[in-house]
């Protein structure tokens, strides 16, 4: 007969065997459902690129045939020029196109295409105190913009669109402007994106 050692020993090695056999099973468990929820996110991803288009973490909506985007340099034909206006837009505007969506930059005939011209550079006083002088002064700056979508006609628009920063009055404007106008150009953009290929 075995000896109560010997049995409490082998009961030990069962449970031992028993808890490796559970672990096991419930790793080769975890494998299969981590297994089907990879597959389930490869289908959603399909289903979404061969819908109406293809969707960025931007929320942007992009015809899945189009690969390209072009931006065609804006020219200043505002009264007040800012020389370097021009080219702050025009790059910006690329740049949100080609980081927010898995467009390319081409310098012309993209895909999507946009161009346009600045029209409006202007600043005037807001925020009148009671003596009648103004304590604030508004910059604003317009952008007529065109814009075409290859894939999509009914996403063509051309429109105008209008950004403005404050500063005071006490304030030159030469001495605040590159400030106000960095703003100003990233909110443009940002308009101009969603109005493109948003449209919220």
Request: glycine fraction near 4%; aromatic fraction near 8%.
């Amino acid at each position: 007969m075995r000896s109560i050692k010997e049995i409490k020993t082998q009961r030990h090695r069962d449970t031992e065997t028993q808890r490796h056999f559970t672990l096991r099973l419930c790793d080769f468990t975890t494998l299969r459902l981590l297994k089907k929820a990879c597959c389930l996110v490869v289908l959603l991803s399909c289903c979404l690129l061969n819908s109406c288009g293809i969707y960025t973490f931007s929320g942007a909506s992009i015809p899945a045939e189009a690969k390209t985007v072009s931006v065609q340099y804006f020219p200043n034909n505002a009264q007040l020029v800012n020389p370097l206006l021009s080219t702050s837009l025009t790059n910006a505007l690329n740049d949100m196109f080609v980081n927010q969506t898995t467009l390319q930059s081409v310098a012309q005939n993209g895909d999507l295409a946009l161009e346009g011209e600045i029209t409006g550079y202007t600043t005037s006083p807001i925020a009148i105190t009671g003596n009648q002088t103004a304590a604030m002064n508004r910059l604003t700056v317009t952008v007529n913009v065109r814009f075409t979508n290859k894939y999509d006609e009914s996403k063509n628009f051309e429109q105008n669109f209008s950004q403005y920063q404050d500063y005071p009055s006490g304030q030159d404007l030469s001495s605040v402007q590159d400030v106000l106008v960095e703003t100003i150009v990233q909110d443009l953009c940002q308009d101009i994106f969603n109005k493109a290929v948003v449209n919220w």
